[in-house]
Each structure stands twice: as structure tokens, then as C-alpha cells.
Antibody, heavy 124, light 112 residues
Framework: QITLKESGPTLVKPTQTLTLTCTFS??????????VGWIRQPPGKALEWLAL???????RYSPSLKSRLTITKDTSKNQVVLTMTNMDPVDTATYYC????????????????WGQGTLVTVSS | DIVMTQSPDSLAVSLGERATINCKSS????????????LAWYQQKPGQPPKLLIY???TRESGVPDRFSGSGSGTDFTLTISSLQAEDVAVYYC????????FGPGTKVDIK
């Protein structure tokens, strides 16, 4: 079955760079159509899509955060890494990685399997 | 960016009654070349990640009970829970994937 798990620091200081790793199993990111995305959710607030990487290494970013985000993949390790620069307290959120569903595979698509998320707090 | 809005912010429905949630996009998410609406619905229970319920505006994800249904086209969409069960208490989000991806602000559903 498909599983995903996020890992990374729970606390970062303002202006620092956040690096999160998504380790997954049950699928290959070298299979045509597959993608892994990152979505975040500030405490008590709505979901915000951040980035997506496709099987062919194509990448998409949220327009409002594009300058701060980088998404990469390591197919051999079954991992996707998201980096976000210049962290601010407003970036405090639970960060989720998720598998892009293969049926509604158009554009960014939709997400059918999610990790449990990792809470990142930005504070000095 | 396509902005998604939802109404109401919250609603309380008696067990067994119908719950209706509305979602509106700032521009059409209907792709003319395939006549598909790039709109999905998710359910999120406290302390859990979201769960995909519906995509293409009206197609239920595998394993989702048939009391959940989606409808609408263009800019206006509805998620209906035909007979609310206790386990349906959650926040529901719509998401467009026509142009990158954006989520609505969520609608909280409780038992009256």
C-alpha cells in the first residue's frame, strides 16, 4: 500500500531555510504520471498547496511562494525534498506531502494519499 | 490565482439529514477540450490529514460512501451528504486544479 512520511525540524528560526523530506513507499516516482506534492496548513486554518514534482522531474510551484521554494526528488531513495528559504513566523504550519492521484492526472491534479504531516514552528 | 470560496463557514445538521456545502471559484474550472471540471472535495477530521472524496467535481474516489455526492460546473459547485452520519463530522475543503492548485477556506460540519 502507499504510505508517505514527512520528516524535518520542528523548530526553525526566522530567516532560516527549512528542509523537509518526504519518504514514501508503495509507488515509484519514475512511473509515468506519478507526482508528489507538498501542502501546508497553519494551525486552525485552511490548506495551501506549495509544490509538486512529477515523475519526469517537471516541477510546479505556488506562484505566491515560488521564489522561496525548491522541490527535488531522489528516485533511488524514494524521497522528495522541499526547501523553503527565509522562514517567517507566518510559515508556522503542519506540512504534508501527498501522492498525486493517477486518475484525475491533469495539471497539478488531486491527492489521494497523504502523510500524517509534520508541524514546523518558526520562532526565535 | 484562482480564488476559492465556500459557504457556509459552518453548519450543524441532525443525524440522517442532508448537508449541503457550496464552493465557488473566481473563474471557470471547466476545461472545454475535455468537458471536465477540475474541482475536488476533501474531508479532514481533527488531527488527521485530508481525505480525497470527489474529483472531476462529481466522481467519487474509490471507497467513499455513496451518501457523498458532488455536483456543479464552471464556477459553482456543491458537495452533498445525503444522510449525515456521526463519522461525517469534519471540515470539508474544495480544491481546484485547473490552474496550479488552490483550496477553499473550508466548511465545518457538526451534528445538531
Amino acid at each position: 500500500q502507499i504510505t508517505l512520511k514527512e520528516s524535518g525540524p520542528t523548530l526553525v528560526k526566522p530567516t532560516q531555510t527549512l528542509t523537509l523530506t518526504c519518504t514514501f513507499s508503495g509507488f515509484s516516482l519514475s512511473t509515468s504520471g506519478v507526482g508528489v506534492g507538498w501542502i501546508r496548513q497553519p494551525p486552525g486554518k485552511a490548506l495551501e498547496w506549495l509544490a509538486l514534482i512529477y515523475w519526469n522531474d517537471d516541477k510546479r510551484y505556488s506562484p505566491s511562494l515560488k521564489s522561496r521554494l525548491t522541490i527535488t526528488k531522489d528516485t533511488s531513495k524514494n524521497q522528495v525534498v522541499l526547501t523553503m528559504t527565509n522562514m517567517d513566523p507566518v510559515d508556522t504550519a503542519t506540512y504534508y506531502c501527498a501522492h498525486r492521484q493517477g486518475i484525475a492526472a491533469a495539471g497539478i491534479g488531486v491527492f489521494d494519499y497523504w502523510g500524517q504531516g509534520t508541524l514546523v514552528t518558526v520562532s526565535s | 490565482d484562482i480564488v476559492m470560496t465556500q459557504s457556509p463557514d459552518s453548519l450543524a445538521v441532525s443525524l440522517g439529514e442532508r448537508a449541503t456545502i457550496n464552493c465557488k471559484s473566481s473563474q471557470s474550472v471547466l476545461y472545454s477540450s475535455n468537458n471536465k471540471n477540475y474541482l475536488a472535495w476533501y474531508q479532514q477530521k481533527p488531527g488527521q490529514p485530508p481525505k480525497l472524496l470527489i474529483y472531476w467535481a462529481s466522481t467519487r474516489e474509490s471507497g467513499v460512501p455513496d451518501r457523498f455526492s458532488g455536483s456543479g460546473s464552471g464556477t459553482d459547485f456543491t458537495l452533498t451528504i445525503s444522510s449525515l452520519q456521526a463519522e461525517d463530522v469534519a471540515v470539508y475543503y474544495c480544491q481546484q486544479y485547473y490552474s496550479t492548485a488552490t483550496f477553499g477556506p473550508g466548511t465545518k460540519v457538526d451534528i445538531k
